[in-house]
């Protein structure tokens, strides 16, 4: 599959009202606006919705950094990829499938989102490189993701928000656990970029 010509930028206030578009009114999934790697269960059901889409737009405005970013194809916002540092996301601090593989300083990929029309087509790896570019560049050494590998045939989109392992793959990851049967953990370890190199 020829990668997606997409070009990938950081969520920044200015880009809001497109990272809005893509999500829709359902916020992506449900009312989730990317908010199920970062709250407890019960905060995020209370959130759920109106609430989700409040912690989201705060954390664009006024967060350390951008939560994700944001894929565009012909000028037009087709996906969405949330990386930060692994702390950002405090479900994976519960997770038995996720917990730590070591004590390394990691940025993990939670969500993948790709609109309905673009899916298939590359895109998702796109994002998943263009998350590796922009962690690399924000001092991170290694980043880490937790897809699902299906044990057969496809999974509803609903169910592939951590994305597949074989687009990781095609992006340079490598498994480094496994604790359960469809859930991977994989990294790329990410070398400093060279004075002058560009992004191809």
Known sequence: MARARIEVHPVTPDRWDDLVTL???????GG?????PRLARSEYER???AGNRRRLKRLVDHGERPPG???????E????????????FGSL????????VDDRPVWSIVCLVVRKDARGQG?????????????RDQGATCIEAYPQEPRAGLIPAVFAY??????FTRAGFREVARRSPTRPIMRRELRPRRRGAHRT
């Open 123 to 135: 895109v998702s790896i796109s994002m998943i490189r263009g998350a590796v570019d922009w962690a």
């Open 32 to 36: 989730c606006w990317c908010m199920t």
């Open 93 to 100: 601090a519960r997770s038995r499938v996720c917990a730590p």
């Open 69 to 75: 970013l944001l894929g565009y194809r012909k000028g």
């Open 47 to 49: 959130a759920k919705g």
């Open 23 to 29: 999500f829709g009114a359902k916020g992506a999934c």
């Open 162 to 167: 951590t994305g597949v392992a074989s687009a």
């Open 77 to 88: 916002p087709v996906a969405w990829v949330s990386v930060e540092p692994r702390e950002a």
